[in-house]
């Protein structure tokens, strides 16, 4: 069992930064890829960036490329999203995600294959 709760959204300008945290309970934390996905009123949730079990391998959605960075720090259990020059597209309410699946590189943008999610925690992004 893991439990996932996400701090740091608030509201900022466009072209902005903000860093999402992520804290992960449990001592498997390290066994399992992590994701964040968001989703904005009336939108399908969305994969935005996965990290794989060392913090090695990642993964972003186009849309985010270049200005998001994911990352994992497996001593604090803690997975982190820094979010560069924001737009106002990037509005949402963005969740973190666990999955421990042997093919991650195959399904990291699929939320159905993320066995635990956290609350969400909300970005605004004014014009």
């Known amino acids: 069992q893991v439990q996932l709760v996400e701090s740091g959204g608030g509201l900022v300008q466009a072209g902005e930064s903000l860093r999402l945290s992520c804290a992960a309970s449990g001592r498997t934390f390290s066994s399992y890829s992590m994701g964040w996905f968001r989703q904005a009123p009336g939108k399908e949730r969305e994969f935005v960036a996965g990290?794989?079990?060392?913090?090695?391998?990642?993964y972003y959605a186009d849309s985010v490329k270049g200005r998001f960075t994911i990352s994992r720090d497996n001593v604090k259990n803690t997975v982190y999203l820094q979010m560069n020059s924001l737009k106002p597209e990037d509005t949402a309410v963005y969740y973190c995600a666990a999955a421990s699946i042997w093919n991650y590189y195959n399904l990291y943008g699929t939320p159905s294959e993320y066995a635990y999610w956290g609350q969400g925690t909300q970005v605004t992004v004014s014009s």
């Open positions: 990290v794989r079990t060392s913090g090695s391998t990642t």
